[in-house]
């Protein structure tokens, strides 16, 4: 079956503008994450979202960053007036209980502030 | 504050075995993950320890002791396409979920 979809995979972007960064979970799949990944790093978690309860928004690093997921399934990332330190792959996963421990991650969308 | 330590770099031979250990400091404790992430890649799950003890899935093992915060994943009869990055990883406050920072497996002839 389709696995975790993400767009777009590459995106470059000036300092100041803002960008939004789309995930597709697996069908099914109640819990989404995201996730930010720096050169040689290990993953910093931003976001959690689970069912229709609450997410969990305890790693955003600034109010710059916000999420939504819309139904239940599709998720966008927006980063507002980005800036060169916003660079990175950011990460999405889903995974098909809340447990966490089994995540299935799509293959990323590499974000260049130049 | 929560964190997991595991070390940075280990190299190993083709057919040899080698463990990496990871060492977690979180303010609750659900269980322990193992995720492995070639270059250029998505991690992909291996491995979880909810309890004490040693979980087999093949070729690689993953070991939990809740007592001393600590557990390890073993590779067996390491393979060239073993060459990765291999992260631990545990649930954290709330519904946050920390990756320990990886340890890069080079994988020689």
């Known amino acids: 079956g389709a696995g975790v979809s993400q767009s777009p995979s590459n995106k470059v972007t000036e300092k100041g503008k803002d960008v939004e960064l789309r995930c597709d979970p697996i069908s099914g799949h109640t819990a989404l994450y995201w996730y930010r990944q720096s050169l040689g790093q290990g993953l910093e978690f931003l976001i959690y979202f689970q069912g229709n309860s609450a997410p969990d928004k305890s790693g955003l690093p600034s109010d710059r960053f916000s999420a939504e997921r819309t139904g239940g399934s599709v998720s966008t990332l927006t980063i507002q007036r980005t800036q060169q330190e916003d660079s990175a792959v950011y990460l999405c996963a889903s995974s098909p209980t809340p447990d966490m421990y089994e995540q299935y991650f799509g293959p990323g969308t590499r974000l260049t502030v130049t | ?109």
């Open chain 2, 1 to 109: 504050g929560q964190s997991l330590e595991q070390p940075s770099e280990v190299t190993a031979v083709e057919g040899a075995i080698v463990q990496i250990n990871c060492t977690y400091q979180t303010s609750g404790f659900y269980g322990l993950s193992w995720y492995q992430q070639h270059d250029g890649g998505a991690p992909t799950f291996l491995s979880y320890n909810a309890l004490d003890g040693l979980e087999e899935t093949g070729r690689f093992s993953s070991f939990l002791s809740r007592s001393d915060s600590y557990g390890y994943l073993l590779l067996q009869e390491l393979q060239m396409k073993d060459s990765a990055s291999y992260f631990c990883a545990a649930r954290g406050q709330g519904f946050s979920f920390i990756f320990g920072k990886g340890t890069r497996l080079l994988v020689k002839p």
